[in-house]
């Protein structure tokens, strides 16, 4: 479908007259003569690509119905749908600011009498006249959606079809390789193409003109045919040479990051110079169709077996000192090696004779040809599964593989064993379609994988030069480690690819994707979101900005307390978010009116179960406002005192004088009752208790006290400082200190200090402090009758207690 057609299409959906509201079908007419014929409607008017999109989609609907429809064909058509249908999904939307104006405007008529008649005649006229330009505006979306509905009803039973006969391929049986009857007609297919391929060479080369052509290009094809055949085989050496030279330029913080990229030349190079060696050969024109189908395939085989080389030099590196990613010892990286290198050339040459050999031209029996590449496929994915399990039970302790990546290494090696054994049996049982479909998909997931894994090894190293980090801190860094789960997901869609969904399903699954859902009456696609999360992001980073600036350019230089200025920039933050997602939902276009009843309802509900959550919310608006508590404050709420230290909106956080943090909901400080030692201004009490001994003089004990208490800097003088002679203790005459401090923060010190001042003067003056004594009554012992005397020239007895 050309661009120009699809124009046509969107500019016929935008501007489709009101007879178009009926269907895109025309309606069957009155039989002549009768009173109805006045009073029919005009047939709608069919332009020439809507009548196009009729014809074809019935021409679809029937070759859909036809079961010998090819497959090939199938996708074609599925194709076109593809493109019809996008086309009638942008024109849905097309008069979406019109209808929005004339439903307006119908609203602003008020709802419409039951009666017509108790409506004045210049409103009903006005309505009705808006009412026909409402309907006209909303034919072609409704056109365009009916026709979108029909599109996409087709392209899913063409998906069911195909899908189908995928399956019925799967499971299909041919000719066994196990059964010596399929050698001999196996071994005529193969002595047909042959001949096929010879006689290709004998037309061509009969041909005076193309003779000349191949003559007058053979020098330079053998030229590029040894450029190929060097850069094939010793190009991979070269490049690896001048890796080596360059590593011990740069320094071991460039090298991770430049030395993957740099080997990728060995993947280019080889497939440059067959691609340029293949199309000299196209270009002479020589060979027929296997010949064609044969260099085709070369370009393709070439890069198979160039980056499936490439991967097993890094994933089983042969110098010592480079970084392993499976642990193996030097034998095992280099018999990885060479099991990798075997595959590759299987897997090239299985691409060049499957171009050549094609079931259509030589039939079943084509298939079983390919069965030893497909066998030699098998047993080398065994023992490559058998090889990563090796990597987990052979590694050193230093590079022992755990975690998740230990487990996902143990289902790769298991999954490659059980399919290395079952593919090339149910090959041998005749089941081709079934080996192929699993043997070269699994060794092809290892391959992804590999490049997934080598890709994120290059995003540590170059965040770890980045950020000058090294490098286990940075595999343990939170960016790198997202940038690699993005990885892994962006390859979900090629490993499915691989194992056979086909292109059309991954592109129908990433367009439902784009098409988002309906939300009332919009519709969100993820480009909305990510538009929404954009505007919502420059909404926010301007708040924040605004919040800086307020903080530390204008605040400071007004007389507000810091209560207050932590209340102002708290305040800006909660507006510039409402605004920022405001300004987020509008510039979306989202029309969210149509839910306002079901928001109502869940809002209730939402309530209840977040009763406690909104309650500390509100509270923390209130807090910001009356500001009861502001940071800084030394308040003392549920038996726990501390500094104000945040409050944010669920809750506040009070630091104790122990240094422990005690999180406090909002709500407790605004219903609970809270002491606050600093909410107006600094000053406070301090009281600090004394006692004497009975014989001390206590008016003298009273002036001593009185001027310690007025010898303190930070204790006011007005109201002065008291001395209170409490009364009589059981000790002690008990005196008492009260002041008022300028600053309530310093009690603890000016406490400490008075006491040292007071046992000082105490001593100086003789005045005694009493401490409490006891006295202990111990009983008599009792009268014992004296110990017999020892014998004579006896020793005493040891004296016991």
């Not at 004339?102 to 709802?111: F, K, T, V």
């Not at 000349?212 to 053979?218: D, E, F």
């Not at 004779?353 to 047993?379: H, I, K, M, N, V």
């Not at 000016?750 to 402090?769: D, F, P, S, W």
Request: charged share 15%; glycine share 8%; aromatic share 6%.
């Amino acid at each position: 479908m050309t661009v120009l057609l699809r124009s046509c299409l969107v500019l016929l959906f935008l501007t489709m007259a009101g007879a178009l509201s009926p269907g895109l079908h025309a309606q069957a007419p009155a039989a002549p003569g009768t009173a109805s014929e006045a009073a029919a409607p005009p047939a709608p008017v069919v332009d020439e690509q809507t009548a196009a999109w009729l014809a074809f989609a019935t021409r679809t609907e029937e070759l859909i119905a036809d079961p010998t429809t090819r497959s090939e064909r199938l996708e074609n058509l599925r194709s076109e749908l593809a493109t019809w249908r996008q086309t009638f999904l942008e024109a849905q939307t097309g008069n979406a600011l019109r209808i929005t104006t004339l439903r307006e405007q119908i609203a602003a008529l008020g709802e419409a009498p039951a009666e017509p008649a108790a409506e004045p005649a210049e409103i009903a006229a006005r309505r009705a006249e808006l009412d026909e330009q409402l309907s006209r505006a909303q034919a072609p979306g409704i056109a365009a959606e009916e026709a979108y509905r029909r599109a996409d009803g087709l392209i899913r039973e063409a998906d069911t079809i195909l899908r189908q006969r995928q399956a019925s391929e799967l499971v299909a049986r041919g000719p066994a390789p196990a059964n010596p009857a399929s050698w001999a007609p196996a071994a005529g297919v193969f002595g047909k193409w042959v001949t096929d391929l010879w006689a290709e060479t004998e037309r061509s080369w009969a041909n005076p003109a193309r003779r000349k052509a191949v003559m007058n290009a053979a020098p330079v094809l053998a030229i590029e045919l040894l450029i190929a055949i060097a850069m094939m085989w010793q190009g991979r050496r070269l490049i690896q040479r001048g890796i080596s030279r360059l590593q011990a330029r740069v320094r071991p913080v460039w090298w991770g990051v430049i030395e993957l990229p740099l080997s990728l030349a060995q993947v280019a190079l080889p497939v440059i110079a067959v691609a340029v060696l293949i199309s000299a050969f196209q270009r002479t024109g020589f060979g027929g169709m296997q010949i064609r189908a044969i260099a085709d395939a070369a370009v393709p085989a070439t890069f198979v077996f160039a980056l499936t080389t490439w991967i097993a030099g890094h994933i089983f590196p042969a110098r010592e000192h480079l970084a392993t990613i499976l642990p193996l010892a030097p034998e095992r990286r280099r018999e990885g090696r060479i099991l990798v290198t075997l595959f590759a050339l299987a897997g090239a040459a299985e691409t060049l004779f499957s171009a050549a050999l094609s079931p259509e031209r030589y039939g079943d029996y084509a298939q079983l040809l390919l069965y030893p590449f497909t066998l030699l496929s098998g047993l080398l994915l065994f023992r490559i599964g058998q090889l990563l399990r090796l990597a987990l039970t052979e590694a050193p302790d230093s590079q022992e593989v755990s975690g998740f990546s230990a487990t996902v290494v143990n289902l790769l090696s298991r999954a490659a064993m059980v399919i290395g054994i079952a593919g090339p049996l149910a090959g041998a049982a005749g089941f081709m379609t079934l080996a192929q479909s699993t043997v070269r998909p699994a060794m092809v997931t290892l391959g992804v994988l590999a490049l997934v894994t080598l890709t994120q090894r290059l995003i540590y190293d170059l965040y770890a030069l980045v950020t000058r980090a090294d490098a286990k801190l940075a595999r343990d860094a939170l960016f790198p480690v997202l940038v690699s789960s993005l990885l892994v997901i962006a390859a979900v869609p090629l490993l499915a690819l691989v194992w056979g969904l086909r292109p059309a399903e991954l592109t129908e699954y990433w367009s439902t994707f784009q098409d988002g859902f309906k939300l009332g009456d919009a519709r969100i696609s993820p480009m909305d979101f990510i538009f929404f999360v954009i505007i919502f992001g420059l909404g926010y980073g301007v708040t924040r900005l605004m919040q800086g600036a307020l903080k530390t350019s204008i605040l400071p230089k007004t007389s507000l307390d810091t209560g207050s200025k932590n209340a102002i920039v708290s305040g800006l933050g909660y507006v510039g978010i409402v605004l920022a997602a405001l300004a987020a939902i509008t510039s979306t276009g989202l029309d969210l009116s149509s839910l306002a009843i079901v928001a109502g309802a869940l809002s209730v509900g939402i309530g209840f179960g977040l009763q406690n959550i909104v309650q500390n919310f509100i509270s923390g608006v209130i807090l910001l406002i009356e500001r009861p508590v502001a940071e800084g404050d030394w308040v003392e709420v549920g038996g726990v005192q501390g500094i104000v230290r945040g409050i944010s909106i669920r809750s506040t956080r009070v630091e104790t004088f122990d240094r422990n943090s005690v999180i406090v909901p909002n709500a407790s400080l605004i219903s609970g009752q809270v002491t606050n030692f600093t909410a107006f201004n600094k000053t406070g009490r301090v009281i600090v208790p004394i006692s004497v001994s009975y014989d001390s003089d206590s008016r003298k004990v009273q002036k001593i006290l009185q001027e310690i208490a007025e010898a303190q800097p930070m204790v006011v003088l007005t109201p002065p400082p008291s001395v209170l002679f409490l009364g009589f203790g059981a000790d002690g005459l008990n005196f008492e200190i009260r002041a008022i401090l300028r600053d309530v923060n310093f009690s603890s010190s000016v406490r400490t200090e008075i006491n040292h001042q007071i046992h000082a003067r105490l001593q100086a003056e003789g005045v005694a402090i009493p401490f409490a004594q006891r006295n202990a009554h111990l009983p008599l012992p009792r009268i014992l009758p004296e110990p017999p005397a020892p014998p004579a020239g006896a020793a005493p007895a040891p004296f016991t207690r």
